[in-house]
């Protein structure tokens, strides 16, 4: 296979010729599979895709592409700088930044750029107030159901209103409706839900009437356990890309399908006689003859540290293990028992055979976390 090809479930994926082999492939099917199941999973609502954080690892841009030639209805980002971003793709959807403006400069320019903005402070009530609007601007108001984190406890909301209804850019105004945040989906049997529900039912039966009734409430684990949680938006983050927010399931189990497979290269071959040592602080022993690969990854490229010594790899597809320290661009696979060869794919994670799920518990972290961890400068290449 030339090395301007990649392998993605058994079908090639051709992309420039890069000088360093190592990638991260975004399947587009899959992210098309994932957005049906949020679909069907609560028909008629329309859907908000997270892809904050670069797509929670998997390239903002490119997954952006894939979602909004799928018809998805709006997008989620966590500030102004990645809804311009997205901006300069021309895609049809929106943006909604979650987190609000952070200065009053945002505010003019979430309008003229189209930007929808969570307002959940008095702050940025003050700078909506006191900026003069060229277009409109659509809100939403975060209401706090009992995260704690931001927003407006219910009490403030009559305030709220009044602010809003008494600023000079009323006719520019357009309060699409209230949003929360759901603080403990990933667990759906605890009552907690229950209460942050209804709580914000309640809030929107109240102070609903003051809005365009465009209510945000559930996340993926209330899309995929909560349905009484549905309201008119809905924000899909990690189910969109195939992974489950919950402990006990993982995303095949849910009928969800991996989107990101990372993969890399051998780039050199070592063999070593028994008793040589290997890699930063002589981290591993070589007990027997051993054939080390030197793979073109490392933690500069967000391949965790703890990764080394012994985490599972895919060297052409046969089980293998990496060996001593991860270096911050390089790590070493275990061939001893192999026939792989210099130039040879190594996975490193994703697709069905290391999900990130699998691989965050045994870092004891959360699937979010590793996906992010991805650094920028590993290509994301759509494939199909």
């Known amino acids: 296979m030339s090395r301007g090809n990649s392998v993605y479930a058994g079908r090639l994926c051709y992309h420039a010729l890069m000088s360093r082999p190592n990638h991260a492939l975004i399947s587009s099917c899959a992210l098309q599979h994932n957005l049906a199941q949020v679909r069907a999973l609560m028909p008629g609502s329309r ?127 357009r309060i699409l409706g209230l949003l929360s945040h759901l603080a403990r989906s990933d667990t759906p049997e605890d009552p907690y839900n229950a209460h942050q529900i209804n709580l914000f039912q309640k809030v929107v039966q109240e102070f609903g009437h003051y809005t365009l009734g465009e209510h945000s409430l559930p996340n993926s684990g209330a899309i995929l356990s909560l349905p009484h949680s549905r309201t008119f938006w809905i924000r899909p983050g990690l189910m969109l ?90 790590c070493f696979a275990d061939l001893t028992h192999s026939g792989a060869q210099y130039g040879d794919t190594v996975l490193l994670m994703g697709g069905g055979k290391l999900p990130l799920e699998k691989i965050a518990i045994s870092l004891d972290t959360i699937p979010y976390e590793i996906g992010t961890r991805i650094a920028t400068r590993v290509p994301r290449i759509v494939c199909p």
């Not at 390239?59 to 300069?88: N, R, T, Y």
């Not at 930044?97 to 003050?126: M, P, T």
């Not at 054939?291 to 965790?304: F, K, L, P, S």
């Open 47 to 173: 859907v908000m895709a997270a892809i904050k954080a670069n797509a929670y690892g998997h390239g903002a841009k490119q997954c952006a592409g894939v979602l909004a030639a799928a018809g998805v209805d709006g997008f989620a980002v966590a500030s102004i700088e990645e809804a311009e971003e997205i901006h300069g793709l021309g895609l049809r959807p929106s943006c909604t930044v979650l987190a609000g403006a952070f200065s009053s400069e945002e505010i003019a320019l979430a309008a003229a750029h189209g930007h929808r903005l969570v307002v959940h402070n008095q702050e940025q009530l003050f700078w909506i107030r006191n900026t003069a609007l060229s277009s409109p601007l659509e809100i939403f108001l975060k209401v706090d159901s009992g995260m704690h984190r931001l927003g407006f406890s219910p009490e403030e909301l009559p305030g709220v209103f009044d602010q809003l209804h008494g600023t000079g850019n009323r006719l520019s105004l």
């Open 241 to 330: 890309y195939g992974l489950s927010p919950f402990i006990s399931q993982s995303g095949s189990a849910l009928d969800l399908l991996p989107v990101l497979t990372w993969q890399s290269r051998i780039i050199s071959i070592r063999e070593l006689p028994a008793g040589s040592w290997l890699g930063y602080g002589s981290a591993w022993l070589a007990k027997e003859f051993s054939r080390v690969g030197i793979v073109a990854c490392g933690y500069g490229d967000g391949y965790d540290r703890r990764m080394g010594n012994g985490a599972p790899i895919l060297v052409n597809g046969q089980p293998s293990r990496t060996l001593g320290r991860i270096s911050m661009d390089l």
